[in-house]
């Protein structure tokens, strides 16, 4: 049987036997009202059902295709954001960490830290975002065995984080393509870890626009109803007001008006594979 013992963050547990847990919010931080209204609604969704949740969204993204694309708006201002979200909503916060440096500010304010794909293999970083007190969400790389994720895992532990997810977000299938192989969700719970499945990134297509990552967002909810069903202990979703204005991964986050729906149906989906798993 699958592991992934639970971890508690912000009071509330995220692992084997527990209801869905949610991390939501656009890409990237843009209009400071605009994110504030977001995390409302997608926090109000899932009290109305019961579910923790974790707004997410980074301060900056290293990761573009075009030197010109929007970043964000950089780590004090993204703070000092993510904190009046943080302290008016009343939920924990999720960001991403590209150095060691940021770790221990970004901690300050976020609860969850999270290792971008492409860096999950980074010592220094992995070791600084270990020694940070919080939890640390480690996204599995697009060229990452799943197994191999207990040496990010194990980088982790050795900074003194005993409270790890790991996430998968596709595999490379040749150039400019993901593939998810839904065998890694078990594969990464008998490490004895809670698994996120993110279903934004997963549908994306790197460079296949040019100058920027295009994607298929109509499989968002396909690929999400096969993460929860695969046993993933929390689902992570990109999610926008209004995806085609969208200053980052226009191609592939979920429009707002859809989250609701989509998120009552996981939830039901993911109380099914909980009686299945304690049979």
Known sequence: MPTATPVTIAERRVGRGQPLYVIAGPCVLEDP??????????????????????????????NRTS??????????SGLKLLARIKDA????????VHAPAECAPAAEVADILQIPAFLCRQSSLLEAAGRAGCAVNLKKGQMV??????HGAAKLAAGGCDRVLLTERGSFFGYRDLVVDYRSVKVMRDLDRPVVFDATHSVQMPGSTGDATGGRPELIPLLARCGVAAGSDA???EVHPEPARALCDAASQ??????AGMIARLARLRELVNEEESV
Do not use: H
Not at 36 to 53: I, V
Not at 89 to 96: K, M, Q
């Open 89 to 96: 909503v009343g939920v924990p916060v999720l960001t991403d």
């Open 67 to 76: 030197g010109s694309s929007y970043r964000g708006p950089g780590l004090e």
């Open 145 to 150: 065995a799943a197994a191999d994720m207990t």
């Open 33 to 62: 009202d605009e994110m504030l209204r977001t995390a409302e609604q997608l926090a109000r969704a899932c009290s109305d059902l019961g579910l923790a949740y974790c707004f997410k969204s980074s301060y900056l993204k290293d």
């Open 235 to 237: 689902l992570f979703l």
């Open 254 to 259: 979920l429009p707002l008006e859809r989250f």
